[in-house]
Nanobody
């Protein structure tokens, strides 16, 4: 099991940038593909939306259409950390952002093995 802790959320204005980070506890962090999901206000856990994912070694990435060109996922396996750089933020990006680990590789579905507790991102207009 990988314990994941997100950080970097906050309140920003439309057009601003934020960088989220997620640290994993497991020494074999590099064995897991990592993903970012978000849960908008008023929506349940089953409605968590895929945002981005990155392969074990960081050589492959995937993005939701809604964030392509604005968000960038990256990882530093030496630091057991995955990042989500978010630029040109919009009010629709307001959500709790979760990182997740998946042993079987990158996926846009929510069948990840371990999840963090989330970090709030609020974008004002």
């Amino acid at each position: 099991q990988v314990l994941l802790v997100e950080s970097g959320g906050g309140l920003v204005q439309a057009g601003d940038s934020l960088r989220l980070g997620c640290v994993g506890s497991e020494r074999t962090f590099s064995s897991y593909a990592m993903g970012w999901f978000r849960q908008a206000p008023g929506k349940g856990r089953e409605e968590r939306e895929f945002v981005a994912a990155i392969s074990r070694l960081g050589d492959s990435t995937d993005y939701a259409d809604s964030v392509k060109g604005r968000f960038t996922i990256s990882r530093d396996n030496a630091k057991n950390t995955v990042y989500l750089q978010m630029n040109s933020l919009k009010p629709d990006d307001t959500a709790v952002y979760y990182c997740a680990a998946r042993y079987l590789g990158v996926s846009q579905t929510s069948d990840y093995d371990d999840w963090g507790l989330g970090t709030q991102v609020t974008v004002s207009s």
